[in-house]
């Protein structure tokens, strides 16, 4: 079963659309539950309403994946909140959630895409971070229904 351990949104970019130029200074802060609008995306984050049937309307990150990345690059100090991914969850392989629809607490995905990581990862997490994360890089998803999910510790 997915179980969601960290809930995220940010109310701006800070490196989507920054290439070339300094990141943004966008916090993103974690919140207990997050509203996920059918076709939309997260009520409050920079990407809801970012464009008609956006493949990233929200994403997903693997727990173990993260603990993986900071165990073998040695990054003790990396926090979830720097991978700029809305939802992390504990019990998933998330690549084999691409093309595929899924339900976590009610609310139902549908697979688009992994999100691959880009080079401002090795600048928000540490050296090495964009390679390491390539192919586990989480999964971009439209939201099917609308409800809440909640962050379960």
Same mark, same amino acid.
């Given at each position: 079963m997915v179980r969601p351990e960290h809930l995220f949104i940010s109310p701006g970019h800070n490196f989507f659309g920054h290439h070339g130029q300094p990141a943004g200074q966008n916090p993103i802060v974690a919140v207990e539950q997050i509203e996920c609008v059918a076709g939309r995306g997260i009520r409050g984050d920079r990407f809801f309403d970012h464009q008609e049937d956006y493949k990233g309307q929200i994403t997903f990150f693997s727990m173990e994946v993260f603990e993986a990345l900071r165990r073998e690059l040695n990054l003790p100090a990396a926090q979830p909140q720097a991978l700029r991914r809305n939802v992390l969850v504990r019990g998933a392989d998330l690549n084999a959630l691409i093309r595929k629809e899924f339900e976590?607490? %009610?609310?139902?995905? @549908?697979?688009? =895409?992994?999100?691959?990581?880009?080079?401002?990862?090795?600048? @928000?997490?540490?050296? %090495?971070? =964009? =390679?390491?994360? $390539? %192919? $586990?890089? %989480?999964?971009r998803c439209r939201i099917l229904t609308s409800g809440t999910l909640r962050r379960e510790s």
């Open positions: 976590v607490q %009610g609310v139902r995905f @549908a697979g688009v =895409e992994e999100s691959r990581p880009c080079h401002w990862m090795n600048t @928000a997490l540490g050296p %090495g971070a =964009e =390679e390491w994360l $390539r %192919g $586990r890089g %989480g999964l």
